[in-house]
């Protein structure tokens, strides 16, 4: 007999002895089978749907290194839009931009709807500046888009024949609203589609790279937009630099939209690129900016709205620098899975930038309203 015959023998033997011992009927074998079914079912289904580590993921998903757990790889659709309210590590990417698309709802209907108290809310320390304690106006909420009160027309020209220059001729109508309404419309549309973006990413390869597109196609809109009511209204009597201007950086953001949608450059180590070109749109903005400063060196209002715009370029930067070094999760890797790493920080400070710019267009507004063309 071999050795093998043996051990084969004696396995035999010892199976039989356990059934004797321990009889198993064949009911409590169906039983078993159909708990060990369901525990294999239960197990596969939260597997599924439950928070993986940066190993497990599908290579299409591994972006940051440094975020190692909490991840959602795969899930359906419905588990995905439910998981707004579960925590892993998109919750507060989802939270910090679907929270300021809502601040920018409210306050584009509050513009809407003529609720100069909520559309100023921002614009308060506007008012406190020593520079604009002469802005006792509404900023015109007025008519929206053309109209204006008759009330604010005769508070424009007391006020107008009272401070204003010779060589400034008071507006007779409110200033139009449609490049701040783009600029608003272009806010929500960013925050709203990466909201969207860091909600669904983890659905499939497919939807991922379709909705990255859209959030990169978002930040693009969101920054050409913001040009539309400094550019207007501070060139409002000079028509020929809108399309200089305007021209210009709407070309740029196609380019830079056409560049982004091929999908190498979606990929994680493009971070510093799409950065670079991101950020030089924004440097674009230096140089009407610098033209603009030249231009209206007199203005009262040179200070605040050089102030809200630098503060915007600052929340921008800011941020920008975060996003690209990856800073706190790359000296602590998985610390900051859940809360505190990059990206959140980034999120919040395009916000911040994004109420800034707000601010300075609420200026923009008052003082075209008051002041027209010579
Ligand atoms: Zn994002």
């Given at each position: ?178 490049p701040?309404?783009v600029f608003?419309?272009g ?33 693009t809109v969101m920054i050409i937009t913001s040009f539309f009511p400094p550019i207007y209204y501070i060139f ?6 809108h399309?200089?201007y305007l021209g210009g950086v709407t070309?740029l953001g ?27 749109m924004g440097?674009f903005g230096?140089v009407p900016a610098?033209?603009a ?16 715009e ?47 710019h707000?601010?300075?267009t ?13």
């Open positions: 007999m071999s050795l093998r015959e043996i051990t084969r023998r004696k396995m035999n033997q010892e199976t039989t002895t356990t059934s004797t011992l321990y009889p198993i009927s064949s009911s409590d074998q169906n039983v078993n089978k159909v708990e060990n079914k369901d525990h294999q079912e239960s197990k596969a289904k939260s597997k599924r749907y439950g928070l993986v580590s940066f190993w497990e993921l599908p290579e299409y998903m591994k972006d940051n290194e440094y975020v190692l757990h909490y991840y959602r790889a795969n899930w359906p659709i419905k588990e995905a839009l439910f998981s707004i309210f579960r925590w892993h590590n998109e919750t507060l990417n989802v939270w910090t931009h679907l929270i300021g698309f809502i601040i920018f709802v409210a306050l584009t209907v509050a513009n809407l709807m003529e609720v100069p108290q909520v559309a100023g809310l921002i614009s308060f320390f506007t008012r406190s500046f020593p520079n604009s304690g002469d802005t006792n106006v509404s900023h015109g909420s007025n008519g929206f888009f053309t109209g204006g009160g008759a009330t604010n027309l005769v508070d424009l020209k007391q006020i107008a024949s009272s401070e204003m220059g010779a060589n400034i001729t008071p507006a007779t109508t409110p200033v139009t609203r449609w701040f309404l608003l419309a806010s929500m549309f960013c925050l709203l589609s990466s909201s969207i973006c860091h909600l669904f990413c983890c659905h499939s390869r497919r939807l991922n790279i379709l909705l990255l597109r859209i959030d990169y196609s978002g930040i409002q009597c000079e028509p020929r630099w399309f200089i070309a196609i380019f830079t939209i056409v560049t982004l949608l091929s999908p190498a450059l979606s990929a994680g180590k493009f971070r510093a690129f799409r950065a670079l070109l991101f950020c030089s440097f230096f610098i033209h400063a030249i231009v209206n060196w007199s203005n009262p209002k040179r200070d605040i709205t050089l102030a809200y630098s503060a915007m370029a600052l929340f921008y930067l800011t941020g920008t620098m975060f996003y690209v070094t990856r800073i706190p999760e790359r000296w602590k890797p998985g610390w900051f899975d859940l809360a505190g790493h990059s990206h959140q920080i980034f999120h919040v400070f395009v916000v911040f930038g994004a109420l800034a707000y601010s300075a609420l200026v923009f507004l008052e003082w075209r309203d008051r002041f027209g063309c010579a």
